[in-house]
């Protein structure tokens, strides 16, 4: 099946600083892809709608000026959270589905934020 | 989005079959029921999803209530692998972003 890759798998920064997670379709153009946030012992939630080549959506609550969004090509989505803070640590996953509604998504393998 | 509800947790013993129940009451007639997993430390992974009738893959079964109301997952031989939280998931055809509730968790035993 289609497979979305998902880079770091894990990253530790020191307080203050950025970092940026990739998120690729490997065999199929997305147009859409999807960034969740899960804390740990919750479910996972939707933190915003990445469109290629268009802003993201993002979903209520979710700063957009810290969670940088960009979605530049048909197979790359990448978040970036800026001035991370302890707080942000959590799991972030990213999910990309076909065109078509009601198919299956596909989801990266996650990457853990822990931040210092 | 219409709301699903899941047991927390159910337990299971290894090689036996296992029957994941989600009520979904206030689904509508063009929601699909969507099951995933998610395994410790990873991402969801697709299970399967249906419409209106029963379907069959090669990871599980979905057994769909004739109302819709409910529907349930199969998993027909249990293994260690399978320790999981799972989730179901109505999607409707508008909107292609998943809502995932707290899901059950399945503990396989050996």
């Known amino acids: 099946g289609a497979v979305v890759s998902q880079h770091p798998s894990w990253v530790i920064c020191k307080s203050g600083t950025s970092v940026k997670i990739e998120c690729r379709s490997l065999d199929f153009q997305a147009t859409t892809m999807f960034w969740y946030r899960q804390f740990p012992k919750q479910s996972l939630m939707l933190m915003a709608t990445s469109n290629e080549g268009s802003k993201a959506t993002y979903e209520q609550g979710v700063e957009k000026d810290k969670f940088l969004i960009n979605h530049a090509s048909l197979t790359l989505s990448t978040l970036t959270v800026t001035s991370a803070h302890p707080e942000d640590s959590s799991f972030y996953i990213c999910s990309a589905s076909s065109r078509h509604p009601n198919t299956e998504a596909f989801f990266g393998q996650g990457t853990r934020l822990t931040v210092v | 989005d219409a709301k699903t509800t899941q047991p927390n947790s159910m337990e299971s013993n290894e090689e036996e079959p296992v029957h994941l129940p989600c009520n979904h009451s206030t689904i509508s007639g063009t929601d699909y029921i969507h099951w995933y997993r998610q395994l410790p430390s990873q991402g969801p992974e697709y299970v399967i999803h249906g419409l209106t009738s029963n379907v069959n893959n090669r990871m599980a079964s979905l057994a769909i209530a ?43 035993q050996p």
């Open chain 2, 66 to 108: 004739e109302d819709r109301k409910s529907s349930t997952l199969i998993l027909h031989r249990a293994t260690l692998r399978d320790a999981a939280v799972y989730y179901c998931i109505l999607t409707d055809t508008g909107r292609r972003a998943l809502t995932f509730g707290s899901g059950t968790r399945l503990q396989v």
